[in-house]
């Protein structure tokens, strides 16, 4: 090999190396006000809407929303999915698993806008169920932020309703903290994004209300309703954990939500959710 081919080579070679050497993930600067990012994390497709208590529902159809909160003293997720990303398929297909479809990884929802999973400082979830919880592993890292009944019941041995614990099992050793078990829990401390308590469809199901400086006041209400049709009604899930607690956390949020003056948001309610403003775009 000729001394000019052997350095052409060698420049070769640090041209590739230097492709391959991917900058260090910086993470989005900081809002100066509070954001909420809506994700499409699939749809529910059931049979009907008996387990509900409905023989007919305008929407049968549930759509799976997960939230980004960021906030100008770091970032929340709240709600992860139905099914894991590590289900989707090396030629990225959608998942299809009985009613569950989803069509997008969570992950790569994140980094469309900027975020790592290790960005995310704060995880919760309106409840355990697979529904709202599948991609918890992913967050780990974060602080998890739960009551303790709802921590009991995703790690009992006694068995538990619509519970996949393999999806969360990470958490176990994750940083922690346990919210009070009645009063509301205020996530950054300035009164913008508060947890509060809502037991009864699972034993520590909670809401998640948001102070945004332009849309105003937003209640995300996880499972409290999984259909419009439900309010004002003493209709709930037949697998819910408590009915009694179910219709007394109703009957506090929506007397919280004419004091507050804020907007319902049915995590299932598909068509509501069909209106909503989703990812890169964002509500301020
Ligand atoms: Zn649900």
């Known amino acids: 090999m000729s001394g000019k081919h052997a350095l052409a080579l060698i420049a070769l070679a640090a041209t590739s190396l230097a492709a391959q050497n991917i900058p260090a993930h910086h993470a989005p600067k900081a809002p100066k006000t509070l954001r909420l990012y809506v994700f499409d994390c699939g749809v529910l497709t059931p049979a009907d809407a008996k387990a509900f208590g409905f023989d007919h529902?305008?929407?049968?159809?549930?759509?799976?929303?997960?939230?980004?909160?960021?906030?100008?003293?770091?970032?929340?997720?709240?709600?992860?999915?139905?099914?894991?990303?590590?289900?989707?398929?090396?030629?990225?297909?959608?998942?299809?698993?009985?009613?569950?479809?989803?069509?997008?990884?969570?992950?790569?929802?994140?980094?469309?806008?900027?975020?790592?999973?290790?960005?995310?400082?704060?995880?919760?979830?309106?409840?355990?169920h697979i529904?709202?919880?599948?991609?918890?592993?992913?967050?780990?890292?974060?602080?998890?932020?739960?009551?303790?009944?709802?921590?009991?019941?995703?790690?009992?041995?006694?068995?538990?309703?619509?519970?996949?614990?393999?999806?969360?099992?990470?958490?176990?050793?994750?940083?922690?903290?346990?919210?009070?078990?009645?009063?509301d829990y205020d996530v950054f401390g300035d009164g913008t994004v508060i947890i509060k308590q809502t037991p009864g469809h699972t034993p520590g199901h909670q809401v998640l209300f948001l102070k945004l400086p332009k849309t105003g006041p937003v209640l995300v209400a996880g499972d409290l309703y999984h259909y419009n049709e439900e309010r004002n009604t003493d209709h709930v899930p037949s697998f819910e954990y408590n009915k009694e607690q179910s219709l007394a956390s109703r009957a506090k949020i929506e007397e919280f939500l004419k004091t507050s003056g804020a907007q319902l948001w049915i995590e299932h309610d598909f068509t509501a959710n069909a209106k909503l403003k989703k990812s890169p775009a964002y509500y301020e």
Request: include cysteine; proline fraction near 7%; hydrophobic fraction near 40%.
């Open 131 to 183: 529904d709202h919880t599948a991609n918890a592993n992913m967050f780990a890292a974060s602080t998890w932020l739960v009551n303790q009944a709802e921590r009991d019941i995703m790690f009992s041995d006694k068995p538990a309703p619509v519970r996949v614990e393999k999806n969360y099992s990470a958490l176990k050793d994750s940083k922690t903290i346990i919210l009070p078990a009645t009063s």
């Open 57 to 128: 529902v305008s929407e049968l159809k549930m759509s799976v929303p997960c939230f980004l909160v960021a906030h100008p003293k770091g970032t929340m997720m709240w709600d992860v999915g139905t099914a894991p990303d590590s289900d989707f398929k090396a030629d990225s297909a959608p998942i299809h698993q009985g009613m569950i479809t989803v069509t997008k990884p969570l992950k790569s929802e994140l980094e469309a806008i900027g975020y790592e999973p290790a960005d995310i400082k704060y995880v919760a979830f309106s409840h355990y």
